[in-house]
């Protein structure tokens, strides 16, 4: 039996759940970037939900600005005596993924989940197949969508945690070093860090609150470049092509074939690299294929980088002229370079795990993070879990122990920086 998800009972929550209430308003800002708009942000939903944030920040008298990028800015400085310690800038993104809707966002309650699957309003069925996370989440209450939307804890869950922080530290009796809180936007456009400045936050250390399941620590990323293959053809009148017609388009074709031993995403797992091709265009007279070039290592991403340059010789060979050339691009390097450098720092977050109660799991991004952008800029900057689980679609969903171990560990890392001598 599938359960359901109630709407009464989420009602019943926010009456006793500041954190949950918080999250549960800013999902209903429909915020989702849009990768074909020129502005910035994107969307009008992420200044909306940044004004709105920024007006309650002012509220609780903190120093907080909303530039024309849209991105929130919130300084604190050091409790009384704690000036010294080192500085932390804590991120989440206002924004959520253009592959789903974040539109009328209707959430609800499936309590105590029993591991069998959940139905949506709709239909739809999310259980460990789909979700096999939702292995570890038995007994936990589990707020879900009605199948027609994203649910938007990536990364509203985020933004609710550091909210709902700022609300705890206005109390003034949590004692803590200097302080920085950013909402970002267009991070799921990869555009976040275009609109961030390193020297400007100018913190020791970041922490990104932007990851999955519980437990989730985000140390390193891959190193990542775009690759392009361009081939030339020889467009000649079909009637009297022959031996003289060069068809891009089919040489292109054996480019792919030429490439085909080359690992790739469908493929690898884990530590391994790949190279995937992800868009061909072209015709008779030209052909452009598209790359991107994946690894945990930059000798391995050179490795594959290489491979593809051998491919490209093949079939210049083939052809017996040079009708095949390949550029590379940068596009984010691993976090875990810049983040090994400073052991102590990843040691305080470890053990603000613990003193959350919360079991580690360390963890390699095969992706990047805004932190692999950030690091490499000179601010070391790790991720950690929301609890968001099946993000991008309306899948998506968050169980509600997961949102909150992760605002205590968020908690317990501000106390931990002020404790802890000169990092
Ligand atoms: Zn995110």
Redesign the pocket.
């Given at each position: 039996m599938h359960q359901k998800g109630s709407k009464n009972a989420l009602a019943q929550k926010l009456h006793e759940d500041i954190l949950l209430k918080n999250f549960i308003d800013y999902v209903r800002f429909d915020t989702k970037a849009d990768p074909d708009s020129a502005t910035v942000p994107s969307s009008k939903g992420q200044l909306k939900l940044g004004s709105f944030l920024a007006e309650k920040i002012k509220a609780l008298n903190f120093d907080v600005k909303q530039k024309d990028t849209g991105v929130v800015c919130v300084r604190i400085p050091a409790s009384a005596g704690f000036e010294k310690v080192k500085s932390l800038c804590l991120l989440a993104?206002l924004d959520t993924a253009p592959d789903a809707s974040g539109e009328n966002v209707n959430p609800s309650l499936v309590e105590n989940y029993a591991g069998s699957g959940i139905e949506l309003e709709n239909g739809l069925i999310i259980d460990d197949k789909l979700c096999p996370e939702l292995r570890n989440h038995i007994g936990d209450d589990i707020v879900v969508t009605d199948g027609t939307t994203l649910l938007g804890a990536?990364?509203k869950a985020g933004v609710a945690i550091l909210y709902t922080l700022l609300e705890r530290l206005s109390s003034g009796d949590v004692k803590h070093g200097p302080l920085t809180i950013i909402f970002s936007v267009d991070?799921?456009l990869g555009k976040s860090c275009n609109y961030l400045d390193v020297e400007e936050i100018n913190c020791d250390y970041g922490v990104t609150v932007?990851g999955c399941d519980l437990g989730e620590f985000d140390v390193a990323t891959f190193n990542a470049d775009a690759a392009v293959v361009t081939i030339k053809g020889r467009s000649v009148h079909t009637a009297v092509a022959k031996g003289k017609l060069l068809n891009a388009l089919k040489a292109g074709s054996k480019f792919i074939d030429l490439i085909a031993a080359i690992p790739s995403p469908e493929t690898t797992e884990g530590l391994e690299g790949f190279v995937h091709p992800h868009d061909i265009k072209g015709g008779v007279e030209q052909c452009v294929i598209k790359f991107i070039v994946r690894s945990f290592t930059k000798d391995g991403l050179i490795k594959l980088e290489n491979k593809l340059q051998v491919a490209v010789k093949e079939l210049n060979s083939l052809y017996g002229e040079n009708i095949a050339s390949i550029s590379f691009s940068f596009q984010y390097a691993n976090m875990e370079e810049v983040l090994s450098q400073h052991p102590k720092f990843l040691d305080c977050c470890r053990k603000s795990f613990k003193d959350a109660g919360v079991e580690i799991k360390e963890h390699f991004v095969r992706g990047g993070t805004d932190g692999s952008n950030l690091s490499n800029e000179g601010l070391p900057c790790p991720n950690i879990f929301t609890g968001g689980l099946c993000?991008h679609g309306p899948y998506e969903c968050l169980p509600v122990a997961s949102l909150h171990k992760s605002y205590a560990v968020v908690e317990a890392l501000v106390k931990n920086m002020a404790t802890l001598d000169a990092l």
């Amino acid at each position: 039996m599938h359960q359901k998800g109630s709407k009464n009972a989420l009602a019943q929550k926010l009456h006793e759940d500041i954190l949950l209430k918080n999250f549960i308003d800013y999902v209903r800002f429909d915020t989702k970037a849009d990768p074909d708009s020129a502005t910035v942000p994107s969307s009008k939903g992420q200044l909306k939900l940044g004004s709105f944030l920024a007006e309650k920040i002012k509220a609780l008298n903190f120093d907080v600005k909303q530039k024309d990028t849209g991105v929130v800015c919130v300084r604190i400085p050091a409790s009384a005596g704690f000036e010294k310690v080192k500085s932390l800038c804590l991120l989440a993104h206002l924004d959520t993924a253009p592959d789903a809707s974040g539109e009328n966002v209707n959430p609800s309650l499936v309590e105590n989940y029993a591991g069998s699957g959940i139905e949506l309003e709709n239909g739809l069925i999310i259980d460990d197949k789909l979700c096999p996370e939702l292995r570890n989440h038995i007994g936990d209450d589990i707020v879900v969508t009605d199948g027609t939307t994203l649910l938007g804890a990536d990364d509203k869950a985020g933004v609710a945690i550091l909210y709902t922080l700022l609300e705890r530290l206005s109390s003034g009796d949590v004692k803590h070093g200097p302080l920085t809180i950013i909402f970002s936007v267009d991070e799921e456009l990869g555009k976040s860090c275009n609109y961030l400045d390193v020297e400007e936050i100018n913190c020791d250390y970041g922490v990104t609150v932007d990851g999955c399941d519980l437990g989730e620590f985000d140390v390193a990323t891959f190193n990542a470049d775009a690759a392009v293959v361009t081939i030339k053809g020889r467009s000649v009148h079909t009637a009297v092509a022959k031996g003289k017609l060069l068809n891009a388009l089919k040489a292109g074709s054996k480019f792919i074939d030429l490439i085909a031993a080359i690992p790739s995403p469908e493929t690898t797992e884990g530590l391994e690299g790949f190279v995937h091709p992800h868009d061909i265009k072209g015709g008779v007279e030209q052909c452009v294929i598209k790359f991107i070039v994946r690894s945990f290592t930059k000798d391995g991403l050179i490795k594959l980088e290489n491979k593809l340059q051998v491919a490209v010789k093949e079939l210049n060979s083939l052809y017996g002229e040079n009708i095949a050339s390949i550029s590379f691009s940068f596009q984010y390097a691993n976090m875990e370079e810049v983040l090994s450098q400073h052991p102590k720092f990843l040691d305080c977050c470890r053990k603000s795990f613990k003193d959350a109660g919360v079991e580690i799991k360390e963890h390699f991004v095969r992706g990047g993070t805004d932190g692999s952008n950030l690091s490499n800029e000179g601010l070391p900057c790790p991720n950690i879990f929301t609890g968001g689980l099946c993000c991008h679609g309306p899948y998506e969903c968050l169980p509600v122990a997961s949102l909150h171990k992760s605002y205590a560990v968020v908690e317990a890392l501000v106390k931990n920086m002020a404790t802890l001598d000169a990092l």
